[in-house]
């Protein structure tokens, strides 16, 4: 069930990000804004179809789009632990350094602007 998510995930974010989707959400837009004409902004119907619809999509996409970032931001952190692994002079506690605390990580962020000469 993870590997389906992972992966539904992944393809709905692109393609919810994508050019395409831009260009199919702009006639739905403007249907909303034509039915708001026919129907009357002011009515309640309306705004209810209208709400409950807009409301339903965000929640969904929110919770595939943070999927999606949960796995860029994993691979994010696997790739930048390899390359301290790889590099000798390279402090091996700030592998996995994000699953500390916040006070860790402060420490962390000034320990490595003070070993750059940057502060």
Same mark, same amino acid.
């Given at each position: 069930?993870?590997?389906?998510?992972? /992966?539904?995930?992944?393809?709905?974010?692109?393609?919810? /990000?994508?050019? $395409?989707?831009?260009?199919?959400?702009?006639?739905?837009?403007?249907?909303?804004?034509?039915?708001?004409?026919?129907?009357?902004?002011?009515?309640?119907?309306?705004?209810?179809?209208?709400?409950?619809?807009?409301?339903?999509?965000?929640?969904?996409?929110?919770?595939?789009?943070? /999927?999606? $970032?949960?796995? =860029?931001?994993?691979?994010?952190?696997?790739?930048?632990?390899?390359?301290?692994?790889?590099?000798?002079?390279?402090?091996?506690?700030?592998?996995?350094?994000? =699953? /500390?605390?916040?006070?860790?990580?402060?420490?962390?962020?000034?320990?490595?602007?003070?070993?750059?000469?940057?502060?």
């Amino acid at each position: 069930m993870l590997e389906w998510f992972a /992966g539904f995930s992944r393809k709905a974010s692109a393609a919810a /990000g994508s050019w $395409q989707a831009f260009v199919a959400a702009c006639p739905l837009v403007s249907a909303w804004l034509i039915g708001g004409f026919f129907a009357g902004f002011g009515s309640e119907l309306y705004q209810l179809l209208i709400n409950t619809i807009t409301t339903i999509v965000t929640f969904l996409i929110v919770f595939l789009i943070q /999927g999606s $970032q949960n796995r =860029d931001t994993a691979a994010l952190h696997a790739k930048v632990d390899a390359l301290i692994c790889a590099v000798r002079e390279a402090d091996d506690e700030m592998i996995r350094i994000e =699953d /500390g605390s916040d006070d860790q990580l402060a420490r962390a962020r000034e320990m490595t602007r003070a070993a750059s000469g940057k502060s």
